[in-house]
C-alpha cells in the first residue's frame, strides 16, 4: 500500500509500504494529497489557488499600431500621419535606425516603413514606449487595448 509523506518541504508518494525506519529522518507521515494545488499546512492540506499562464500578448497591425500611439500620445500626430501617408519615419525612428551598425539599416527601415505585423518585442515600438516614460507592463496593456481596434 503506498505511504504519503512530507520530506523537507517535498511531497513524496512510494509505490509500496516503506518500514518506518528506512524513511528519511525528520519526515512527517501525511494523507495522500488531494491535487497539485494542494500544500501541507503543517497538520492538513491546504488548496492554493494555481498560477493563471501569462497573458499572450497579441500582434497589431500597422494600422492599429498607428492608432495607438495616436490615442495614447506617444508619438506626435503629424509624425503619424506623415509614417502613414507618406512613408517617412517619425525622428525617433530614424534616430534609432542611425544607431545601428551600418549592415543592419536597410532591414531595420524597411520593416520599420510599413510592418505588416508589429510584435510585442519590437524593438522601434519598446524605445517609443521607453522614451514616453512607459514600462513593460504598459507597453503589453497598449497591445492588449489596440489588438481590438
Do not use: C
Not at 544607431?99 to 508589429?118: G, I, K
Request: glycine letters at 4%.
Amino acid at each position: 500500500m503506498p505511504q504519503h509523506f512530507i520530506e523537507n518541504g517535498v511531497y513524496i508518494e512510494t509505490l509500496t509500504d516503506v518500514p518506518t525506519d528506512s524513511r528519511p529522518q525528520g519526515s512527517t507521515v501525511v494523507p495522500k494529497r488531494p491535487s497539485p494545488d494542494h500544500i501541507w499546512g503543517g497538520s492538513a492540506w491546504q488548496w492554493v489557488a494555481p498560477v493563471p499562464p501569462p497573458a499572450t500578448i497579441p500582434d497589431l497591425s500597422f494600422a492599429q499600431m498607428l492608432i495607438g500611439l495616436d490615442q495614447r500620445g506617444w508619438v506626435p500626430r503629424a509624425d503619424l500621419v506623415a509614417w502613414r501617408d507618406n512613408a517617412v519615419l517619425p525622428p525617433l525612428v530614424v534616430s534609432v535606425i542611425l544607431s545601428l551598425p551600418v549592415a543592419a539599416r536597410f532591414t531595420a527601415e524597411t520593416r520599420a516603413l510599413r510592418p505588416s505585423v508589429v510584435k510585442a518585442d519590437n524593438p522601434i515600438l519598446k524605445l517609443i514606449a521607453a522614451s514616453a516614460g512607459k514600462t513593460d507592463a504598459d507597453l503589453s496593456a497598449f497591445f492588449i487595448e489596440f489588438s481590438q481596434v
